[in-house]
């Protein structure tokens, strides 16, 4: 089966580079209507990828001969953190510039407005019709990381009092200009909204029915202030295609599902940073910048692994009598770190989906887990240094040692997150490597401490 994805996939691939491969011989051979039919045959998406990935000359080729609206379509699709957006805007004239982005989705728009100075923003919004400049200005004052920095304008809202002939009518005519119109919004006289109905019900109910009768009032709705987290866990719980905006329960706006999906993908991606202790959402080609952002989680954690420098140099004279015991430092710290690593991951993940009970609850589950990872890897461990070393209690040490530190270190990839939530920190700044050389830490402590107890035993080892 994959084998045949994969073949697909080759051939859509071909297909798409061959596709482009005719496009760029028109645009050299002036073939415009050739280009034209053949671009218009591309999905979005492709589009896009075609547009950004020409040089220069070839897309000044594209916009003398698309209208600014047809060229809205392609920048709909353009992701403003994969390309320079300011380059691609200054190969236009500014008149089209402002009208090809007075024509794309509000939500779209707003994305490149917010990487503009205020000499660009204020140049593009001079050119549009002043009502539409004045609704981009208000998107733009919301707070980043809203919904109200993702909704857009484009929706489809309809009288209660229409009958559904009516309403299909109304919905024809406004589809064009629409974003979706899976979901119809219904308003009533003082615009507030009052319900919703879905298009399969437009055309499965006769063009007498009343609007009123047959939409659904059980409303989930979203304010501005909301958090684009929270919309997007909504969203998913529902399964919504779209979810709508209400201030005092007047519809002004609706978030999408495309929108949704890029909060997931930056949600993720900050979290993964946080949790590698880097920045990977965005990525620096400047190796010295990359270097500068990195360092000072590095060089924090140095100064906190110097502890453990320490407390292995505390004990030194237990290892000058024993040398056998710095044979498995790393071995016990390197699990536990894992251990803990692995804890943090699933607390981080349970907080996002707020699935979490009572802190005792869960630090007993933790406890009880850890206890039972760490005595079967302390058994295991226990195991193989009495074959390796024909020493039994060098392997009931390091096995006792290794059962106890991933114990804690459980314990403390679960907690750490759980306590930083109810105090209103990012949990997911309790990253891998701060548990990682917290767990290397207390393994030493823990190990050392063991070992202590048996020194006399296995001095000889």
């Not at 001969?65 to 390309?83: G, K, Q, R, S």
């Not at 500014?94 to 204020?122: C, H, I, K, W």
């Not at 890897?377 to 392997?395: H, R, S």
């Not at 106890?404 to 990253?431: E, H, R, T």
């Amino acid at each position: 089966m994959n084998d045949m994805l994969d073949e697909i996939t080759d051939e859509m691939r071909d297909e798409l580079s061959e596709q482009a491969h005719h496009l760029v011989d028109y645009l050299e051979h002036g073939e415009k209507e050739a280009f034209l039919d053949g671009f218009d045959e591309l999905h979005g998406y492709d589009k896009a990828v075609f547009y950004v990935t020409l040089p220069s000359q070839l897309r000044h080729q594209i916009i003398e001969w698309l209208t600014p609206t047809e060229l809205a379509e392609v920048f709909d699709e353009i992701e403003p953190e994969d390309v320079d957006i300011k380059d691609l805007l200054e190969e236009m004239s500014p008149r089209y510039a402002a009208q090809m982005l007075n024509q794309m989705y509000t939500d779209n728009s707003v994305d490149l407005f917010e990487d503009m100075d205020q000499r660009e923003l204020g140049m593009y919004l001079a050119l549009m019709p002043k009502e539409d400049a004045a609704q981009i200005r208000r998107l733009l004052n919301y707070e980043d990381d809203t919904a109200g920095s993702l909704m857009g304008t484009e929706f489809v809202a309809i009288n209660q009092k229409l009958t559904i002939g009516q309403a299909m009518t109304a919905v024809k005519k406004a589809a064009q200009e629409a974003e979706q119109i899976t979901y119809i919004y219904v308003v009533d006289d003082d615009e507030k909204l009052v319900g919703v109905i879905s298009l399969r019900s437009l055309i499965v109910w006769p063009d007498e029915a009343k609007v009123a009768d047959v939409m659904d009032t059980n409303l989930i709705t979203v304010t501005p202030s909301d958090d684009q987290e929270d919309v997007a866990r909504l969203m998913a719980d529902y399964n919504f295609v779209s979810i709508p905006v209400v201030v005092k329960d007047h519809l002004v706006g609706t978030i999408t599902v495309d929108d949704i999906v890029d909060v997931i993908d930056e949600e993720a991606a900050e979290d993964y940073s946080r949790l590698a202790g880097v920045d990977v959402v965005t990525l620096e080609e400047n190796p010295f910048k990359s270097a500068a952002k990195r360092l000072p989680w590095l060089v924090g954690l140095i100064f906190l692994g110097m502890g453990t420098a320490s407390v292995i140099n505390n004990f030194e004279g237990l290892v000058s009598q024993a040398s056998i015991l710095a044979v498995f430092i790393s071995l016990i710290t390197g699990t536990a770190g894992n251990a803990g690593t692995q804890s943090l991951a699933v607390s981080v993940r349970r907080l996002a989906l707020k699935e979490t009970s009572s802190l005792i609850k869960m630090l007993m589950t933790e406890v009880l887990i850890g206890a039972m990872i760490g005595a079967t890897a302390g058994l295991t461990i226990f195991l193989v240094v009495w074959i390796w070393k024909a020493n039994m209690l060098l392997g009931v040490a390091v096995g006792l040692a290794m059962g106890v530190a991933i114990l804690v270190a459980n314990v403390a990839g679960s907690f750490i997150p759980l306590v930083m939530d109810k105090i209103g920190v990012d949990p997911a700044v309790a990253s891998g490597p701060f548990i990682s050389t917290l767990s290397d830490l207390t393994s030493v402590i823990i190990y050392f401490n063991i070992a202590g107890l048996f020194i006399s035993h296995f001095v000889s080892a």
